[in-house]
């Protein structure tokens, strides 16, 4: 089955949210540029994609960090990827930081509640809740009597297996692949 796509050089599809508009970049025999809304992209976003394109690209950023940001992305092999390859990774790149920055501003409260109270246990100032501490095993004067029969039939076949196992006879290992490193060692240093 031949396939004439690469699939280890395709990146999976990050959803764009309806609330981003589509950018389309300004292309040129060596370049790609987009101009980027600060407010509907976030800053963050926009430089976490242009960090991820350091391997590939040369990324140059600049405007108004406050409102309105122009990169520009120049191949650092010209030969192996065109601009055009590059834009759509930056915006691919750009759509899942846009994502990514959504949900770690999301999940702030809750990270630095984690911190908190890891910091004031370590300080032992506040005991560990005992809501973190698994549920206590019931005894074994619970279990019914199907059961207890159960568990010693489960045990027996158990039992009954490891002894055939041990009663059967040991395949040979003439290359003595199944020993271990040290036995291996052993029988070098005996040698």
């Known amino acids: 089955m031949k396939s004439t796509k690469n699939i280890s050089k395709q990146r999976p599809q990050a959803a764009v949210p309806k609330k981003v508009a589509v950018v389309s970049p300004q292309?040129?025999?060596?370049d790609a540029a987009f101009s980027l809304d600060v407010k509907t992209y976030?800053?963050?976003?926009?430089?976490g994609a242009a960090y991820l394109m350091m391997d590939k690209a040369y990324v140059s950023l600049s405007g108004d960090r406050a409102k309105s940001v122009v990169v520009t992305l120049r191949a650092k092999d010209p030969a192996a990827i065109k601009p055009k390859a590059l834009a759509e990774e930056f915006l691919l790149?750009?759509?899942s930081q846009k994502i990514r920055w959504a949900v770690a501003k999301n999940n702030l409260p809750i990270r630095e509640f984690v911190a908190e109270q890891a910091v004031l246990i370590a300080n032992g100032r506040v005991a560990p809740s005992s809501a973190a501490a698994a549920p206590p095993e019931?005894?074994?004067e619970q279990l019914t009597d199907d059961q207890r029969a159960?568990?010693?039939k489960l045990i027996s076949e158990v039992e009954a297996e490891i002894k055939t196992m041990n009663d059967k006879k040991v395949v040979p290992?003439?290359?003595?692949?199944?020993a271990s490193w040290e036995e291996k060692q052993e029988q070098e240093n005996k040698a």
Do not use: M
């Not at 292309?27 to 060596?30: E, K, N, T």
């Open 138 to 140: 019931p005894p074994a």
């Open 93 to 95: 790149d750009l759509a």
């Open 27 to 30: 292309l040129s025999s060596s």
């Open 173 to 178: 290992d003439p290359k003595n692949i199944k």
């Open 42 to 47: 976030g800053l963050e976003s926009v430089l």
């Open 150 to 152: 159960e568990i010693e």
